[in-house]
């Protein structure tokens, strides 16, 4: 089965700084690489994804990068605000199966 | 509101009893899911469902059994639960899983307290 890290577990950083979380995965099938949201109490939501024909993908402040030769791919949050404080999931998958990673703490102080 | 609805928000049962959860879709989506979420570990997939026909059953005890009458309504029955089964239990649907995976749209979660 597919193995998911994320790193790191916990990350804070003030107001304006860049965040960046990598994902490591071992299936080499996965085409499907996206990133989730949950903010405290609230549902999952998608934030963004790439597919595994693309390398990079922005909006806005939030980008994606992959590189399936290392299976990994980093979400990347520029002039983070205190909104961003949530927990992130990586989800890489194949054919019809996400797996989750262990999640990514952000706190974000103003 | 992302079209998926879950119900009841909040339950709270003793290991003896039988209850129900039920999640419905608004989307039109052809493949449902049950996801376990707990604070140890991140979310699990239980079920998983596409037209009606269960496609995904990953080791979930017999204690919990999905049921899916049609493509927008989606049911989790309990009973005998274990505290340890105490967590949030996350609905999520998809558009079609026979097209690949793409993006999971989730309920708000049932949260479970198993006495």
């Known amino acids: 089965g597919e193995n998911v890290e994320q790193h790191p577990s916990t990350l804070s950083v003030q107001e304006g700084d860049s965040a960046v979380i990598k994902c490591t995965y071992s299936?080499?099938?996965?085409?499907?690489f996206p990133w989730y949201k949950q903010e405290l109490g609230k549902r999952p939501q998608l934030i963004i994804d790439?597919?595994?024909?693309?390398g990079e993908k922005k909006d806005q402040r939030i980008a994606v990068t992959l590189n399936k030769t290392a299976k990994h791919f980093s979400l990347h949050i520029t002039e983070t605000q205190p909104e961003d404080s949530a927990v992130y999931f990586c989800a890489p998958a194949g054919f019809q199966k996400l797996v989750f990673g262990t999640g990514t703490r952000l706190l974000v102080s103003p | 509101e992302t079209g998926v609805t879950q119900t009841p928000r909040h339950l709270v049962m003793g290991m003896t009893n039988k209850k129900s959860l039920k999640c419905e879709q608004h989307l039109g989506h052809n493949a449902m899911y049950w996801y376990k979420q707990s604070a140890k570990k991140p979310l699990e997939l239980m079920f998983v469902y596409s037209l009606e026909e269960r496609v995904e059953n990953n080791s979930v005890p017999s204690r919990f059994s999905p049921e899916c009458p049609n493509s927008s309504h989606l049911f989790l029955h309990l009973h005998t639960l274990q505290p340890e089964d105490s967590a949030l239990y996350l609905c999520?649907?998809?558009?079609?899983?026979?097209?690949?995976?793409?993006?999971?749209?989730f309920g708000e979660g049932s949260r479970l307290t198993v006495l």
């Open positions: 299936d080499s099938a996965s085409n499907y």
């Open positions: 999520a649907s998809s558009q079609a899983i026979d097209r690949g995976a793409g993006e999971l749209f």
């Open positions: 790439i597919r595994s024909n693309v």
